[in-house]
């Protein structure tokens, strides 16, 4: 049995409350992400994008909060148990218009947990992050329900992508420091993309990013590979200083190809 078939449960469970909640509005329900690309790796979120004909009214939102909360594990998951949940949805309409920055109708993800259980809504916004999110979608998605609408959808540019990364280079590595092996994978599958213009798994992209480097930040990108494959501990306390510097090269050569 495959990782994704032994989570069919958890998929069918959120499927179940998002064809519930949407009902007649909802055109197509997807699966993206690591569960498709690459397989699952011991803190892979699933990864659901739902396409919607018309904006979620404030009740909707409410309730698939609701849902996502009780079926969603809360981070870090706990290896074997339920998955993070991270769900977008979007209007057809908006995803069709190919406006950049991308727009999402409404977004659950784990790190929004405390502010969802205080009461928070998921509002429509337009965010760069989003932009690289969907066109990685758009080549990649599986359709578990409705119809392919995305095949209407245009590619997005290289060059959209390529500002996307411009545009949220500053915000995500303002959180290197805790999230240390996300950010750093993120940064070379970024590097990869621009250099290459596809999308791959985060350990395919250290893997390309890795003969590239000097030595000693390979080392720390290689660290960064096996604790996102489960085959290390994830533990970055005492390398700080090689973080940063590794962290520094990325971007310095992301941004050459800019």
């Not at 904006?55 to 998955?83: E, F, M, N, W």
């Not at 990325?250 to 190809?257: A, C, I, N, P």
Request: charged fraction near 20%.
């Amino acid at each position: 049995m495959s990782d994704l078939e032994s989570h069919s449960d958890q998929l069918h469970t959120v499927l179940a409350h998002v064809q519930r909640t949407l009902s007649a509005n909802l055109r197509a329900f997807y699966l993206h992400g690591s569960s498709v690309t690459g397989g699952l790796q011991p803190q892979s979120d699933l990864d659901l994008l739902a396409v919607v004909d018309a904006p979620l009214s404030d009740a909707q939102r409410q309730d698939l909060i609701a849902a996502l909360l009780s079926v969603s594990a809360p981070h870090p998951a706990t290896p074997g148990g339920l998955r993070c949940i991270e769900l977008v949805v979007c209007c057809l309409s908006d995803l069709q218009s190919n406006t950049y920055p991308a727009k999402v109708e409404f977004i659950y993800g784990e790190w929004l947990r405390d502010a969802f259980k205080a009461g928070e809504l998921s509002e429509t916004a337009a965010d760069p992050e989003y932009t690289l999110l969907l066109a990685q979608a758009r080549q990649q998605a599986r359709l578990l329900c409705g119809q392919d609408v995305l095949t209407t959808v245009p590619l997005t540019s290289l060059a959209s992508i390529r500002q996307a990364m411009r545009d949220g280079l500053e915000s995500l590595c303002e959180g290197l420091e805790g999230d240390e092996r996300n950010v750093l994978l993120t940064l070379a599958r970024m590097w990869r993309t621009a250099v290459q213009g596809d999308f791959v798994t985060k350990d395919q992209a250290a893997e390309w990013a890795i003969p590239l480097l000097s030595p000693e930040l390979a080392d720390i990108l290689e660290h960064a590979r096996l604790a996102y494959l489960g085959k290390v501990v994830d533990n970055w306390v005492s390398r700080a200083e090689e973080v940063e510097k590794l962290a520094r090269d990325l971007v310095r050569r992301l941004k050459l190809v800019l």
